[in-house]
């Protein structure tokens, strides 16, 4: 491997994806570095590239010129996530051997079939597939294999065992379970249904431990003595605290507002402006409690009027187009408060800038698919189509105007229904315990 340039594809197109004709003309910065193998001089390439659907990476390539060693690996060109997250992919068939894998330092892989785990900080950041972890781990485990086999015959034997069966794991003659588990929230396991669903694929976002934290270098924030404000000067007071902008990461302040919305609850409304690049952006969160029920909210959308509806949709909802087949998971476009027309024109936006439809490695196919749904979505929201926009939030902290309010709205049905074991796990409630918790603290004692 000589050069950023020249990475070899995976099967299925290359790993790198241009996002536009001054992506493609971007050349890798070089910086002569030592050579650890050979204590020479080499060349590293560095190029931030980014991996569609997630974010910006930057890939690293060293190789020198008098012994010819090289070494890849790439490290997450943004900052530490607020959440760990954890993919779950049930591998099935041969083609998804071929899903893009970015894995950080701090990632750590796991095969349950075979009890086969990579722990985090045991190998370098790497953008690859499936195949190429597999393949990764065969390369680690034969390379003191025949040391192994002059010290010790009984351990090399069994690991040669074991590197059959992750070999044959490629040829997917039985169905196996692939979990890669990032603290960080900065590694990725490819959609190849983007933007639907993939019910192959499991992805879980989780608050950190404090050994979590600690293992990646954060520290726990220190506790204020003081009282807090009154509720009622929050109402009346907008906060400002700073932060850094999402898009070029310079110093940047974020605004604050407890907002009460007619017929809800207060929610929390928080927006940034950068003054370097001038980019904007809003969030909001749920001012209350979880509530003791779900809450799903369908919309039959019959006339242009609809979009004007407020909507608030919480971090912890879901929202489904039965008609276009779509579905946005959790966590995706996180908190937004806002009409319905621009909570679809950011859908859209999600499907008309998605980076598989440019570059080389876009196909008519997959163009097409995602071209049609964009002009789908750009009829309902003028009129043209009829369909049912469903918000489902386990949290029951989404909302959705009703404008004949406080009488019924014929096109507007709410449900409230009881929350499975899973979504409580999600929402960290199983184990929350809020009631006759100083008496087991007392008994423990």
């Not at 004709?21 to 971007?26: F, I, K, R, V």
């Not at 927006?271 to 369908?298: D, Y």
């Amino acid at each position: 491997m000589s050069a950023i340039g020249e990475l070899e594809p995976v099967r299925g197109g290359s790993l790198f994806r241009p996002l536009s004709a001054a992506d493609e003309e971007q050349q890798p910065d070089e910086i002569e570095s030592l050579c650890m193998n050979c204590y020479r001089n080499g060349v590293t390439r560095l190029l931030l590239t980014k991996i569609p659907f997630f974010k910006e990476i930057i890939v690293s390539s060293f190789t020198c010129g008098s012994c010819a060693w090289s070494n890849t690996e790439i490290q997450s060109a943004g900052r530490i996530q607020a959440q760990g997250v954890r993919y779950t992919l049930a591998v099935t068939a041969r083609q998804d051997m071929n899903r893009e894998v970015v894995k950080t330092d701090c990632a750590m892989a796991r095969i349950p079939e075979l009890d086969f785990e990579i722990p985090a900080f045991s190998q370098k950041g790497a953008l690859t597939t499936i195949e190429g972890m597999i393949d990764r781990a065969v390369a680690g485990l034969e390379q003191d294999q025949p040391v192994r086999r002059a010290a010790d015959k009984d351990v090399a034997g069994k690991i040669d065992e074991f590197i059959v069966k992750l070999k044959q794991l490629k040829e997917v003659a039985a169905s196996f379970t692939f979990i890669i588990d990032d603290p960080s929230g900065n590694s990725f396991v490819e959609n190849p249904h983007a933007p639907q669903k993939d019910d192959a694929l499991v992805v879980t976002h989780y608050r950190r431990t404090a050994q979590q934290d600690a293992m990646l270098g954060l520290e726990a924030e220190e506790t204020d003595e003081n009282p807090a404000d009154s509720v009622e000067d929050l109402r009346n007071e907008v906060l400002q605290f700073n932060t850094n902008c999402p898009e070029c990461n310079a110093p940047a302040n974020t605004n604050m507002k407890l907002v009460q919305i007619p017929h809800f609850k207060e929610v929390i409304i928080m927006a940034t402006n950068c003054e370097a690049c001038g980019h904007r952006t809003n969030e909001v969160k749920s001012g209350g409690a979880i509530e003791p029920l779900g809450t799903r909210i369908t919309l039959h959308v019959t006339d242009p009027s609809d979009m004007t509806r407020d909507i608030l949709k919480s971090e912890t909802c879901s929202v489904e187009i039965p008609e276009l087949e779509f579905e946005l998971g959790m966590g995706v476009l996180g908190g937004k408060f806002t009409t319905l027309e621009g909570l679809l024109k950011d859908i859209r936006d999600l499907i008309v800038k998605n980076p598989f439809t440019l570059g080389d490695s876009s196909t008519p196919s997959r163009v097409e698919k995602l071209q049609e749904f964009g002009r789908k979505v750009y009829q309902i929201m003028e009129g043209h189509m009829e369909a049912h926009f469903i918000l489902d939030d386990p949290a029951g902290n989404s909302y959705l105007q009703n404008v004949y309010a406080p009488e019924e709205d014929p096109e507007l049905k709410v449900e409230h229904y009881e929350r499975t074991f899973a979504q409580n796990e999600e929402l960290g409630l199983n184990d929350m315990r809020t009631e006759g918790y100083e008496t087991g603290l007392t008994s423990e004692r």
